[in-house]
């Protein structure tokens, strides 16, 4: 039996910070659950120089990564400077020599997931990403082992924090989006590029990486629909609110008849939803399993000391696997590697869903029937129309909620109607998840 | 390695039911995550005639619990027999064989826990009791591996189904908890004796389960305080709402300064809290980490099919730790056995808290200086009074919220308002869980 789990630590920014402060602040109470110490061995970045809030003893921040990958002292390596190339260069060189590997990246998983998981499971080495999706909600435990037992039927993740910060201002405070990105790019909450978070492809990556965890299927971030939040306005947030929904920007997975949707977008939610509640820079995840119902996850999605729980969360785990011999005891993609099958994923045309469509109108007689003998030639039924005061001779607005119809039916119909020589500017369409009544 | 794993289950009632329709539903899921088969080698209940709509294989079910203890081919056994002596006598005389053990029972863990941690920690083999706590909430899980790099500040849990189901249906119906539980009788939703969960019990099993896991200390049900709905009255749910507050039913526990809270009974928490909009049977448990932060799980506390899920992901657990020669990996408390230590429950009367306080008087002049003349004498202060409506020589309710105070200074106070001629009936006094301001 090892004496110690030796960990040596790649990326020393935001995530890596809190990694180190947990290792070292909670080193007594992860050794009494471990049984041995778990001891940060060495940190390597580019930068050795800034000062960082946390005191590492001297030599062991370094910026040679071989003083990882070549010392046999360490177990496991931590790769958390995130992007592409270097990041999967680090985690298979790490697994060439036999070492365990936690990661956080999930753009890399989302990407070259498969790349990883093949080599981790023919290596038989364990790859811990619980911190790839959620932060420090144990979001991939329950994926990978809790709800094991289920085949999941769904998912609805608010997986981007950024995104629901602003989009939870937008909603209490009735302010556009640019006003609100540039108030959280102060505040700290949005990058100086948002656009991985605000266009959805950070969900996108997140809600991958869980489709293949729950369905056993190889990660297929391309296929995954993505739009993101940019296009939003507060007039439709105040719509929605009087048909009693609330906006959120969802990864959404559905699994029916051997096939799964795969999609990321602003989906109106019934406010009674416990995910509706959820505001500013929280995640949640509803996962339905065919055994346990609904079950929701929530926390702080992002974040130094969050992240860095999860990344910790992994480090037990293998260490604890290292002791007993049991690395690989859970496949990476929990699945057995030979077990998992391409899944297909249904193309956004053919997913079924309810419609908010809102069409901007000059207001004279008749546009209404014309708009809805359209959707009607397209067999899209109307479940309720709203069409506050008239200004004969300006636009307003018509929104008009449909019944279950397809995707399909509903662009061809909008394509249609937006040539209308009535329509002043391209119609806005947010799906809507919830029962059809 | 093993070419299959074998399962005997003890007791086919309703949680037993549900996990032989996911084991014989879910087999080739279950296999394609495992690598083998798990496989439902026996069943056994005192009545094997009844039609439970589930059909086994000829020969499976029987009265025979040596059919399970003595067959070589069954690695894991499953306690769900409910109780305390019988229960108890299968788990030891399985571990005792060197099987591993699942059990969902809750009452036999708070009450005998620390013999039964003991035995499986001392033959190494692995007990999951995921099952135990919140239903098909992955909430054991969190506890000893997906929040295991986090001290445990405080954990706030609805947990159990039929007191927040009761709640719930007061809260929204304004009727009184006799009526409500009469109604939750006849829909299924409680017991024909419902004492354990409407008297705080069944709340107080599971705190103490995770209260053990958390901070690694014996589980010390005896010292955890209860206190049931049964007295909780719509008058009080109506003053919580006008103060901006729900009552549930909770599980509270709170570390410092080296030492535990422990605690079951009806708290006041702000209507914008997480926790606050769990409705009816469903189950929530937040945990505040140190790293983490706060984190929610939501989901079914209680069923044939959720807790059947949490079952089954524990077999999942241990069939992964058996075919790599890894059961015991994770000690039963989470923390290595030699490193659990007592920790000191605190005494209800030294916990600090907010109070809701509704006394009964006799509405006459100087009244209200003679009660919160007392509260004052005993270092009490008030935040806010609420006196509605004036009936000179009437009985009328006076209520009283006051700043953070310590229980027993509190409870002095009320024995003596209580004696006071002007108090017609004992003071109902609610603990508030929020900040004070």
């Given at each position: 039996m090892k004496a110690r789990i030796g960990v040596g630590l790649v990326g020393f920014g935001t995530v890596g910070i809190g990694v180190a402060k947990i290792l070292l602040g909670n080193r007594a109470l992860i050794q009494r659950r471990v049984g041995v110490p778990v001891e940060l061995v060495r940190v390597v970045d580019l930068d050795i120089t800034r000062d960082r809030g946390v005191s590492l003893p001297p030599g062991m921040l370094t910026t040679d990564v071989g003083q990882i990958l070549d010392d046999p002292s360490i177990d496991i390596v931590l790769e958390l400077i995130g992007g592409y190339d270097a990041a999967k260069r680090v985690i298979l060189d790490a697994m060439a020599r036999g070492k365990q590997v936690v990661t956080a990246n999930k753009a890399l998983l989302a990407v070259h997931g498969e790349e990883i998981f093949e080599a981790a499971a023919r290596r038989r080495v364990d790859?811990?990403?619980?911190?790839?999706?959620?932060?420090?909600?144990?979001?991939?435990r329950a994926l990978t082992e809790g709800l094991a037992a289920n085949t999941i039927l769904s998912i609805y993740g608010i997986i981007n924090g950024t995104s629901n910060y602003i989009l939870s201002r937008m909603t209490s405070e009735g302010q556009g989006f640019k006003e609100v990105l540039a108030e959280a790019q102060r505040a700290g909450y949005a990058e100086a590029d948002p656009t991985f978070d605000v266009a959805g492809v950070d969900s996108a990556h997140k809600l991958s990486i869980m489709v293949s965890l729950a369905y056993?299927?190889?990660?297929?971030?391309?296929?995954?629909?993505t739009e993101g939040i940019t296009r939003l306005t507060p007039l439709d947030i105040t719509y929605a609110k009087e048909f009693g929904y609330t906006i959120k920007l969802l990864g959404i997975a559905k699994f029916s008849d051997g096939e799964v949707e795969a999609r990321v977008h602003p989906t109106m939610i019934p406010s009674t939803s416990p995910v509706a509640h959820v505001e500013g820079i929280y995640n949640a995840i509803q996962l339905a399993g065919d055994a346990v119902g609904d079950i929701v996850l929530y926390g702080q999605g992002a974040g130094s000391m969050p992240t860095g729980s999860a990344v910790v969360s992994d480090v037990i785990a293998i260490a604890r696997n290292l002791l007993t011999g049991a690395t690989g005891r859970v496949p990476p993609a929990s699945f057995q590697q030979d077990q998992r099958r391409p899944l297909r994923i249904r193309q956004m045309e053919e997913i079924v869903s309810l419609y908010y469509l809102r069409f901007m109108v000059l207001?004279?007689?008749?546009?209404?029937?014309?708009?809805?003998?359209?959707?009607?030639?397209?067999?899209?039924?109307?479940?309720?129309?709203l069409q506050q005061g008239r200004k004969e001779g300006q636009t307003v607005p018509v929104v008009i909620m449909t019944h279950t119809s397809t995707e399909r039916d509903v662009q061809a119909s909008l394509r249609e109607i937006d040539r209308m020589p009535f329509i002043s500017e391209p119609t806005t369409l947010i799906r809507v998840e919830g029962h059809d009544e």
């Open positions: 790859l811990g990403f619980e911190a790839s999706v959620g932060g420090g909600i144990p979001v991939i056993g299927t190889p990660v297929n971030f391309k296929e995954v629909y207001d004279r007689p008749g546009v209404l029937s014309q708009i809805s003998g359209v959707l009607g030639r397209h067999g899209i039924s109307i479940s309720s129309v």
